[in-house]
T-cell receptor, first 115, second 116 residues
Framework: DAGVIQSPRHEVTEMGQEVTLRCKPISGHNSLFWYRQTMMRGLELLIYFNNNVPIDDSGMPEDRFSAKMPNASFSTLKIQPSEPRDSAVYFC????FGGGVNEQFFGPGTRLTVL | AQTVTQSQPEMSVQEAETVTLSCTYDTSESNYYLFWYKQPPSRQMILVIRQEAYKQQNATENRFSVNFQKAAKSFSLKISDSQLGDTAMYFCAFMKRSSGNTPLVFGKGTRLSVIA
C-alpha cells in the first residue's frame, strides 16, 4: 500500500500566483480531508469529502480557496491568487467508513511558501 | 462545536523515564473517539493510540497508554521507557462518532524532547 500521496512536497511561489496541491488517497478509501497546519492556528480542517461529495467546507478561509474531488482517487486544493498568509503545511488524509474506528491516514504534507 | 486543549506547549524527559502529556476536551456529544498523533521532524502524522469513548478500559499500545476520564473530559497520554525516537510533537484529537466519516479536531500540540 503506497499510502496517501501528495504533490508537490514543497512549493515556493510569489504572491498572486495560482497554486494547486494534489492528493491521491489510499485505494478503496471513501473519505478525504484537507487540513492546514500553521504555527499560529495549529492543525485545522479546510474541507472534507465523503464519496467524492463535499460535506463541509466551512474551514475554507476565503473564496480564493477551492477544492475538487472529480473521482475517488484524486483531489485538488487550489489557491488563486495566493498570499503570504497562505504559507503553511497542507495535509491530505483519507479514511474508510463503514463500522469501527475510522482512522485517518495522512499524507506527507505539502509545505507551501508564498513570497 | 468541539474544542481540544493541550496545556503543555513543551515538555522534556530523560531517556528511559516516564512522561505524561495532558489533554482536555469539550463536547456535548456522547459518542466519539479520541486519538493521540505523533509528528516527528519529518512532519508525517503518525497515529499513536486511540480510545473509543464508550469503552471504559484505557487503551494501551506497547509503551503508550492513556488515562481516559470521560466525566472529567480528560485524555492523557503516558509514555513509558521514553526513547530518543519519541522526540516529536504530540497532538490530541477528537472525532465525533457518526454514520459517516467526520473530521478530526486537534489540540495545539505538545513538543516533547527526550534527552539522553
Amino acid at each position: 500500500d503506497a499510502g496517501v500521496i501528495q504533490s508537490p512536497r514543497h512549493e515556493v511561489t510569489e504572491m498572486g500566483q495560482e497554486v494547486t496541491l494534489r492528493c491521491k488517497p489510499i485505494s478503496g478509501h471513501n473519505s478525504l480531508f484537507w487540513y492546514r497546519q500553521t504555527m499560529m492556528r495549529g492543525l485545522e480542517l479546510l474541507i472534507y469529502f465523503n464519496n467524492n461529495v463535499p460535506i463541509d467546507d466551512s474551514g475554507m478561509p476565503e473564496d480564493r480557496f477551492s477544492a475538487k474531488m472529480p473521482n475517488a482517487s484524486f483531489s485538488t486544493l487550489k489557491i488563486q491568487p495566493s498570499e503570504p498568509r497562505d504559507s503553511a503545511v497542507y495535509f491530505c488524509a483519507s479514511s474508510l467508513f463503514g463500522g469501527g474506528v475510522n482512522e485517518q491516514f495522512f499524507g506527507p504534507g505539502t509545505r507551501l511558501t508564498v513570497l | 462545536a468541539q474544542t481540544v486543549t493541550q496545556s503543555q506547549p513543551e515538555m522534556s524527559v530523560q531517556e528511559a523515564e516516564t512522561v505524561t502529556l495532558s489533554c482536555t476536551y469539550d463536547t456535548s456529544e456522547s459518542n466519539y473517539y479520541l486519538f493521540w498523533y505523533k509528528q516527528p521532524p519529518s512532519r508525517q502524522m503518525i497515529l499513536v493510540i486511540r480510545q473509543e469513548a464508550y469503552k471504559q478500559q484505557n487503551a494501551t499500545e506497547n509503551r503508550f497508554s492513556v488515562n481516559f476520564q470521560k466525566a472529567a473530559k480528560s485524555f492523557s497520554l503516558k509514555i513509558s521507557d521514553s526513547q530518543l525516537g519519541d522526540t516529536a510533537m504530540y497532538f490530541c484529537a477528537f472525532m465525533k462518532r457518526s454514520s459517516g466519516n467526520t473530521p478530526l479536531v486537534f489540540g495545539k500540540g505538545t513538543r516533547l524532547s527526550v534527552i539522553a
